[in-house]
T-cell receptor, first 112, second 115 residues
């Protein structure tokens, strides 16, 4: 699976949009971009995933560049409860045996 | 949505004893489950892939005789930490995947402290 690079930490003001970048310059054509987050002392939570089109759900939006070498997760109106470590993961889809390998992630601190 | 239940949420055990952690998929069948370990201020490290009805596949560097995995049914996988030592103290997390195009669902984790 392709490697991802994320900033170690970011701050965001409560109520503002949080934009979390991820670089995945070696992504392959069949690899999806997944985003998970982990609130302290809890299991990771699925946020969103996409292949090449931008995606939006009730939690966030995922913007993938046309060359697919980078993406941005957008939390439109960050709240204090969004403080967590956000992981960007690239892997091929299909098959329940495909492993999910976590990198170091971005610690997002939402400030009041 | 898919729910994965992990039990216990925390456990304290004496050095040299064994501890069993359960991971259940509550509303779906999971032929494959995954076990992770997380030390403080570190990322999740994949330990092994648990396959229903067959042996688990361990990642490089993980001792299969120390971390016993059993996946006896389509909804239950167990991780047993045998002869636990203080360095085994960690946060253990399981996950499972429903279908081919949904994200992985994670349990809430088990905090193991070996004293």
């Amino acid at each position: 699976d392709a490697k991802t690079t994320q900033p170690t930490s970011m701050d965001c003001a409560e109520g503002r949009a949080a934009n979390l970048p991820c670089n995945h310059s070696t992504i392959s054509g069949n690899e999806y971009v997944y985003w998970y987050r982990q609130i302290h002392s809890q299991g990771p939570q699925y946020i969103i995933h996409g292949l090449k089109n931008n995606e939006t759900n009730e939690m966030a939006s995922l913007i993938i560049t046309e060359d697919r070498k980078s993406s941005t997760l957008i939390l439109p109106h960050a709240t204090l409860r969004d403080t967590a470590v956000y992981y960007c993961i690239v892997r091929a889809n299909g098959g329940a045996t495909n492993k999910l390998i976590f990198g170091t992630g971005t610690l997002l601190a939402v400030q009041p | 949505g898919a729910v994965v239940s992990q039990h216990p949420s925390w456990v304290i055990c004496k050095s040299g004893t064994s501890v069993k952690i359960e991971c259940r998929s509550l509303d779906f069948q999971a032929t494959t489950m995954f076990w992770y370990r997380q030390f403080p201020k570190q990322s999740l490290m994949l330990m092994a892939t648990s396959n229903e009805g067959s042996k688990a596949t361990y990642e490089q560097g993980v001792e299969k005789d120390k971390f016993l995995i059993n996946h006896a049914s389509l909804t239950l996988s167990t991780l047993t930490v045998t002869s636990a030592h203080p360095e085994d103290s960690s946060f253990y997390i399981c996950s499972a995947k429903q279908g081919s195009f949904y994200g992985y669902t994670f349990g809430s984790g088990t905090r193991l402290t070996v004293v």
